[in-house]
């Protein structure tokens, strides 16, 4: 079992284009988060997903889109990147039989 | 808007002290307070939680104190060791079931030997 798996692991982007991160969850959770993770503000969400075809707003949703088709997947992507969006990423997904969240390794993305 | 408020930044404690880590929350609706510790290079990984019907929660060398009536809680680290040492964020969430959560700025320990 791989839980979570994000991709890439690393990205330099060039500002203006767009990249969209992968996140693939095998526990068939059905709740999906993305945050952002910036030294001295800790862990921001951005979007999240409580089942899939559904989606919802986090704390920090400007610039950022996403889409959950099914279960498994919930892609986060950036539609024109700025450097303010030059983060570490992470995924991660619950289970309705817990309170645990579970966290993806992360995706670091730098925006020039 | 913070709207959990973590302390200290960072901590340096002795092999074999005591790791204190103290948070503050504004929203008397937060119903679930976790901890998570994230090693370099990792995602965050849930170490131990609280729900307000209760003070404290132990599990192993660590403690969860929680005080409704401050709004505050705390992570506490028994003899603490050098593979302790890690960031910890607190966070806290309401809507059961439905646990959007909202974190700390996170605290950087270091264990010295």
């Known amino acids: 079992i791989a839980g979570i798996t994000q991709a890439p692991t690393s990205q330099i982007l060039a500002a203006g284009r767009r990249m969209t991160l992968r996140c693939t969850q095998d526990?068939?959770?059905?709740?999906m988060y993305w945050y952002r993770q910036d030294l001295g503000l800790g862990l921001r969400l951005i979007h999240y997903?409580?089942?899939?075809?559904?989606?919802g707003k986090g704390e920090v949703p400007d610039g950022y889109s996403v889409s959950r088709a099914n279960t498994d997947d919930f892609p986060l992507t950036l539609a024109s990147a700025v450097p303010s969006q030059t983060s570490v990423y992470f995924c991660?997904?619950?289970?309705?039989?817990?309170?645990?969240?579970?966290f993806g390794p992360g995706t670091r993305l730098t925006v020039l | 808007q913070q709207q959990v408020k973590q302390s200290p930044q960072s901590l340096i404690v002795q092999k074999g002290g005591i790791s204190i880590i103290n948070c503050a929350y504004e929203?008397?609706?937060?119903?679930?307070f976790p901890w998570y510790q994230q090693f370099p290079g990792k995602g965050p990984a849930l170490l131990i939680a609280?729900?307000?019907?209760?003070s404290e929660k132990k599990e192993g060398r660590f403690t969860i104190s929680f005080n409704k009536s401050a709004k505050q809680f705390s992570l506490h680290i028994m003899d603490s060791q050098p593979g302790d040492s890690a960031t910890y964020f607190c966070?806290?969430?309401?809507?059961?079931?439905?646990?959007?959560?909202?974190f700390g700025t996170g605290t950087r320990l270091t264990i010295i030997p």
């Open positions: 997903s409580n089942t899939a075809g559904t989606t």
């Open positions: 609280i729900r307000p019907d209760v």
């Open positions: 526990m068939r959770h059905n709740a």
């Open positions: 991660a997904s619950k289970g309705q039989s817990t309170d645990t969240q579970y």
């Open positions: 929203n008397t609706a937060f119903d679930y």
């Open positions: 966070a806290a969430s309401k809507d059961l079931g439905n646990e959007k959560l909202t």
